[in-house]
């Protein structure tokens, strides 16, 4: 498991104990909604540790209960963590193995861990991750939008004002964007997402691995007219596609000069001068160095 086999001589030994006198955190990938989506390795485990800390001890009580796991429970979520983390950090020192569990998927992602480990990395306690099911992977690979690169946001901030000054520094984000919100702020993010960051293709993915798993697809538009006429419900993923350059589809304005498509995106869309040219030259299909090359020479011609 944790401890390592090692020579049989007093020295070595010595070594043997201490290492086994410490624990062994587990971090195990559950469900994010079938009950089967739960790796062999993550169930030996779960059946082995001394100890599982868990968000909601009623939630995993039922993931325990259909695979026959009886196993002591302890809660772990946000309202406890910074009390809780040293409690379990004094078991792993005493030697207990421990797994940590979400309510769904990875443990830390999105959800609370991050101080647990940090304190068994700092305490050099064996942290040992158990891959499993993510909301956000299920939903980019199901999307049909560009996955080579992405950037996992998680939720964005309830208050309007904040959810929107965090949009405008999407703006300008060239990889997929994939973020988690609440059924009853969707369309209102949707809304404030079209509005920032302009109509791009995008996806609600909603109850992944569910009964009543569902995939909207289409311009944020196209989903805002659709959560008008039918609101969502339950958890939901959603993705935005990549902004989408006009050089991509052959419709950049090449009547239009650098300088002067500069100046409007600054006027319209409200982008600094760096966010600005950095759009332009996308749209031109050139590096941002090279567009800056063309602003300067074009600046040093006489009119």
Known sequence: MCAKR???????????????????????????????????????????????????????????????????????????????????????????????????????????????????????????????????????????????????????????????????HLRIEERTIILYEAPHRIAESIADAREILGDRPACIAREVTKLHEEFLRGKLSQLEESLAERPARGEITLVVGPLEASAASGQADTSQSLSDRVEELIRQAKLDRKEALKLAAKERGISRRAAYDQLVDSKSKPN
């Open 6 to 168: 090692v020579p049989n001589n007093s020295s070595a030994t010595a070594a043997t104990i201490s290492a086994e006198s410490r624990g062994c955190l587990y971090l195990v990938g559950t469900p994010i909604g079938n009950l089967e989506d739960i790796t062999l390795r993550a169930l030996r485990i779960l059946k082995e540790v001394d100890l599982i800390a868990c968000e909601d001890t009623r939630h995993t009580q039922k993931l325990l209960n259909h695979y026959d796991i009886a196993k002591r429970l302890v809660s772990y979520h946000e309202h406890n963590e910074m009390t809780r983390s040293p409690e379990l950090l004094i078991k792993l020192e005493d030697g207990a193995k421990v797994a940590l569990v979400s309510d769904a998927g990875m443990p830390l992602v999105s959800d609370p861990g991050y101080r647990l480990v940090a304190l068994c990395v700092r305490h050099k306690i064996p942290v040992v991750p158990i891959p499993g099911p993510s909301a956000l992977l299920a939903a980019l690979s199901g999307s049909g939008l560009p996955s080579e690169e992405f950037l996992f946001v998680g939720f964005l901030p309830q208050r309007s004002a904040e959810r929107r000054r965090m949009l405008e």
